[in-house]
């Protein structure tokens, strides 16, 4: 069963640079597996940042960018804000109509 | 703009079926496949179900194959889920979302589902 991994928690202080990553349990992620990028505070529903690597969703401030780093998908938040603080997910396609979310970071900004 | 409005949620008892709703509006519903997604109380989101823009595919995750029933009435521009033989885990958040190829763009406010006897 392919996993999609993601690190669990993470901190940057305000102000800082900080890159989450999202990577397969075997290979490496290219832009075949359509990454995408998801924010979640506590009781709404996600919010789409990025789609399609480094596709900016609407009204997504300039400071989140997406791209592959190496073998995984990656999130950079340059200038991180105090509302950053959140939950943040990674779906990749992974062909025959099959999707996988990874497990989630939980992004702390003090 | 583009919404999504999901129904059908409530707290159903182990065994029986529900069918959830989406009403899409600020798109052409037609062009589009569309996903459903779940998240458990505490958990990560997990993605449950697509259906292609014509309705020609769908396919639901391992863990609903057999009890999952996905699909599409464009004339109401209304995406469906009918899950059979509910489990006490099956209780999520579900919400329905948009795919503008291979991946979600749109997501919905979801509806809790909760299975309890």
């Known amino acids: 069963q392919t996993v999609v991994t993601q690190e669990p928690s993470f901190s940057v202080s305000p102000g800082g640079t900080v890159t989450l990553t999202c990577g397969l349990s075997?290979?490496?992620?290219?832009?075949?597996?359509?990454p995408s990028w998801y924010q979640q505070t506590p009781g709404q529903a996600p919010r789409t940042l990025i789609y399609n690597t480094n596709t900016r969703s609407s009204g997504v401030p300039d400071r989140f960018s997406g791209s592959i780093l190496g073998n995984k998908a990656a999130l950079t938040i340059t200038g991180a804000q105090a509302e950053d603080d959140s939950h943040y997910y990674c779906l990749l396609y992974l062909g025959s109509d099959i999707w996988v979310f990874g497990g989630g970071t939980k992004l702390t900004v003090l | 703009q583009v919404q999504l409005v999901e129904s059908g949620g409530g707290v159903v008892q182990p065994g029986r079926s529900l069918r959830l709703s989406c009403a899409a509006s600020?798109?052409?519903?037609?062009?589009?496949?569309m996903h459903w997604v779940r998240q458990a109380p505490g958990k990560g989101l997990e993605w449950v179900a697509v259906?292609?823009?014509?309705?020609?595919?769908?396919n639901c995750a391992d863990s609903m194959k057999g009890r999952c029933t996905v699909s599409r009435d464009d004339s109401k521009s209304t995406l469906y889920l009918q899950i059979n033989s509910l489990r006490v885990e099956d209780t999520a958040v579900y919400y329905c979302?948009?795919?503008?190829?291979?991946?979600?763009?749109?997501w919905g406010q979801g509806t809790l589902v909760t299975v309890s006897s």
């Open positions: 979302a948009r795919d503008p190829s291979h991946t979600i763009d749109y």
């Open positions: 075997y290979g490496s992620v290219s832009t075949n597996y359509y």
């Open positions: 600020g798109f052409t519903f037609s062009g589009h496949g």
């Open positions: 259906i292609w823009y014509d309705g020609s595919k769908t």
